[in-house]
T-cell receptor
């Protein structure tokens, strides 16, 4: 079916370390994937996207990797900061609607 | 403002009452989406508009849910005869894309609906 799942519900990292958040997806025709960050009491905030014809895309301090062979998506955050603490969702676009996973909570400690 | 605006931010209603939630999308955005987010879960699609046309309402949980976007800008999500299971955060998102997608959807901060 059309689903997006996450490996870990919570990830704790030390400030300054790199964070990696993983996401698995099921077989589908979707070719567009997005990572969102959601802070408490706020709506999801766009971080970075990637299309299925790409394996990697980089933004400011963030990198998204797409492995179509094993249907796996990851978000890497370099030099994690306290402001990065939030819930992170991967989502895929299926006929214009976004299908979200349940999210990974990233906790950054000093 | 520059972002998607939703009102009210919080709404408390008694079971059986009707509620109306408003969304002001980013100016010029063609596409508008409503999502429902239960506590601890990811958002789930409810419905989609392209301009004033409601092209997909497959996610609406029941006929008590109704959405409109009469002039292709502001949208209202109405829930009739509310029930406790309707308690959730209702998120609105907009995108400049029409059919074909491929552009990120930008979300408002949502309306937190609590049904007593």
């Amino acid at each position: 079916g059309e689903s997006v799942g996450l490996h870990l519900p919570t990830l704790s990292v030390q400030e300054g370390d790199n964070s990696i958040i993983n996401c698995a997806y099921s077989n589908s025709a979707s070719d567009y994937f997005i990572w969102y960050k959601q802070e408490s009491g706020k709506g999801p905030q766009f971080i970075i996207d990637i299309r299925s014809n790409m394996d990697k895309r980089q933004g400011q301090r963030v990198t998204v990797l797409l492995n179509k062979t094993v249907k796996h998506l990851s978000l890497q955050i370099a030099a994690t900061q306290p402001g990065d603490s939030a819930v992170y969702f991967c989502a895929r676009l299926i006929t214009l609607k976004l299908i979200f996973g349940t999210g990974t909570r990233l906790q950054v400690f000093p | 403002g520059a972002g998607v605006s939703q009102s009210p931010r919080y709404k408390v209603a008694k079971r059986g009452q009707d509620v109306a939630l408003r969304c002001d999308p980013i100016s010029g955005h063609v596409s508008l989406f409503w999502y429902q987010q239960a506590l601890g879960q990811g958002p789930e699609f409810l419905t989609y508009f392209q301009n004033e046309a409601q092209l997909d309402k497959s996610g609406l949980p029941s006929d008590r849910f109704f959405a409109e976007r009469p002039e292709g800008s502001v949208s209202t999500l109405k829930i009739q005869r509310t029930q406790q299971e309707d308690s959730a955060v209702y998120l609105c998102a907009s995108s400049p894309a029409g059919t074909g997608g491929g552009q990120p959807q930008h979300f408002g901060d949502g309306t937190r609906l609590s049904i007593l």
